[in-house]
């Protein structure tokens, strides 16, 4: 359950909670329709920020400790005979006293305060034998349903059944109306077995608005196995389909998929995976880095035997709940793939989570076959492409160069459109929803995992492209994705705090240097950047000077002045600004070094360097742990018991396919240490993306003399 506030642009959540719920039927009941259903919560996260309550089954020592002790014992529902049996039943927790004495001292507030509380547990999940009995369930008929959360609607309309698939029911609800210049409105979907009556899912959703002034409160119910749905409410932000982004933008070129037809790009090579805080102070993430690639990549990876772990390496006994995991994707170049989960039970949970030390898991990956083909453009407009269940369909739109590209990814296959070098401009269209236009992107989402998912996967593309081209293109290139279950590897691996897993440098980087978007000439100049060029001078003005080189040439090249001109009486100078980051310049200056810019001067000299720079290549990275580059061939050239880690700044070079320059990661306490601190297995460097290139800069024994002058401009 959660509420939701909004006024104009303004929203927060209210009260939200989600539990896991036991329902069991009272055996002494005398029939289905005076039943006593025992509510048993397992699990409870409840937040009201402004009557600032938390109650929470993981902890129930905090302040709503006086509040959980009654929860947690549960609730009678017992129905009263009627027709309308789930709206009539009534709630009592059976610590009901207990209740009521704390409302006495809470004052007149917290019974309204807490009746959303109190509405997670007063639903009736059996519809009535009356409303079932008569006659088997045809699509139109109307359920007259009541008020399953006990919210006090009034007028409530009949549902009315949408489908019927063997046992399986769907019916759903939706009126709206105005009183009082308060519009409310009011939708619901649910689905139950017709022959036991018990509900499987529902979603109900009620909204009163005046003027921009709106709260919003949904109800879900849904089989715990269900997963994403919890997520869904508890994260929701409540932005509506209406708010999404309608503009074109300029196609940017983003790094595309390298083929791998032979599955053969490692994925499974760490040991190590991380642990940390999910969207719950108690909800445990799990997350592994499976590896580093650039462009488009999605799998199925299963998560299983997970055992939490003490210090001495004992089995932590702990029920979990796992309600949302994540298959292997790739965002911003990182692979990863992560479950959630939650703590079931009341007390113990928190004292034994302070013991958690590791997690242990299985995890098995299934590997993907990569490639690209070209494609006619006039083909594509002719008839959709399809490659296995997925399916690319482009259509020409009414205006001139405008298309409408409709991706749908379904089963073990994908596409991916290359809109690289497309001339023109791009957008997205906006999703459509399952449900009413007025519910909000949060609420169509949860309705579509509930009730739709296999139709709208069916139906709905999972990505639409809207392009307005300068010209029409020959073909398009799209990027293949086939999953080989035959080919499925599992691997147990060890998950970690975020400080032990960054700390072992093996592991690939969290989150890469690079932004993405590639440079357009990256390749060309990958080519020529390990042709060294002479230092030379530089001015941006016509009034400033200074020469750029890497720190590791400034350590052997420095500039002379032979004929010069004083600032303030006295000379100027050249002076060394280091970036820290492999990068240095000389720069002309007076001597206190506040000024820089000079006007109508003259100065010449010359660079001396003690020898000829020149780079050498060490390679790239390793072909199955892309984010380690063995450093052999310059590790030969020094003694890395003496050499400090800061040369690995001045003297190495090491970039990414797209040209982007690589940094090193270091142990915390490397900085001012021996090399061989900064090392992995004795010859490897971590960087922070995938190495494509890696040089060091090498000085030969031939001393260079590079002559310079330069006239400054005058004042204007």
Known sequence: MSTLYAHGDSQQVGARARALIKYQVDSASSNAETASLSVTPTMLQYQDPAYRLNINSFDDAGRGAALAKIVRQGVQLIGDGKEVATSQSLARFKAQDEWEAYLAKQGKEARRALAPLKSLFALNPLIPLAQRA????????????GDFFQTGASELAPWRITAVEGQGVTASLEQSSVRQGIEFRRFGQLRFDSETGWLDSLLLVERQQKGDRRQTRRWLLAPKSTLYVSDLLWQDEGDSIDDLEHDLYEIPTLPMTPDDRDASISMMEPDQGLMSAGWGSDDIELRYIHGLVAGDYATSVEYQNIELMDWQGRVIDLPLWRHSARGASAMGGVVSSGVNLLPVGWGESRAKLEELYQIRAELSFTPVRTYTEQVSWQKLLKQPYHFGEARLTLTSLSEPGRYRLAVSNRGLNSLSPDLNGLNGKLGFETPKGLGPKWLSLTEQLVLGELFFREQASREQASQVYILQLAEMPESLSILHG????????????????????????????????????????????????????????????????????????????????DKGFNEGGKPVQWRLIDNGQGQSAFVLASLDGRRRYFYDKSIQGSIHCQGRPQWQTVGKGDKRRPWLVDLTPWLKTLDKRKAQVNRLYRELSITDAFGHRLSPRLPKDAEGQGLEKALVEGRYLSVDGAASSAAYLAIGDEPLTIPYQFTFKPLP
């Open 134 to 145: 008569d006659n088997a369930p045809r699509v139109g008929d109307t359920l007259r349903l």
């Open 482 to 561: 086939e999953q080989l279950r035959d080919k499925t590897t599992t691997k147990a691996i060890t998950l970690v705090t975020q400080s032990d897993y960054e700390a072992n440098l093996s592991n690939p980087p969290l989150t890469p240097a690079s932004s993405g978007v590639t440079d357009s000439n990256a390749s060309a100049k990958s080519g020529e950047k390990w042709q060294f060029t002479e230092p030379s001078t530089v001015s941006r003005t016509g009034n400033d000077l200074y020469i750029p080189m890497p720190t590791a040439l400034a350590q052997v090249c420095r500039p002379l002045i």
